[in-house]
Nanobody, 123 residues
Framework: QVQLVESGGGLVQAGGSLRLSCAAS????????MGWFRQAPGKERESVAT????????RYADSVKGRFTISRDNAENTVYLQMNSLKPEDTAVYYC????????????????WGQGTQVTVSS
């Protein structure tokens, strides 16, 4: 069974950067689309960035375009989220998730989820 483990969260000042990693166990990692989602207290879970199987197709939430970059290294079974110019509104628990087939921003379509990593951005 595929498992996802996120890392790289923490506390940063506004304007700072973090790089999140999501390591996947199991086979055929390159067959799956991956996504980063976040959920702040009292808010719905939202898609942050998604990436297709090859890594050539990506999609970003409007709120993070130009600041965040999703990438994947299929040889290492890992997906990354580089987060620059962080804002307090980015504070949330960040989750990576996996789905079969095409890229999607709908969390209901994702099959496997990591445990989440906390990102806190202070003013």
């Amino acid at each position: 069974q595929v498992q996802l483990v996120e890392s790289g969260g923490g506390l940063v000042q506004a304007g700072g950067s973090l790089r999140l990693s999501c390591a996947a166990s199991g086979r055929a990692f390159s067959s799956y689309a991956m996504g980063w989602f976040r959920q702040a207290p009292g808010k719905e879970r939202e898609s942050v960035a998604t990436i297709n199987q090859s890594g050539r197709g990506t999609r970003y939430a409007d709120s993070v375009k130009g600041r965040f970059t999703i990438s994947r290294d299929n040889a290492e079974n890992t997906v990354y989220l580089q987060m620059n110019s962080l804002k307090p509104e980015d504070t949330a628990v960040y989750y990576c998730a996996l789905k079969g087939g095409l890229l999607s921003t709908n969390p209901r379509e994702y099959d496997i989820w990591g445990q989440g990593t906390q990102v806190t951005v202070s003013s």
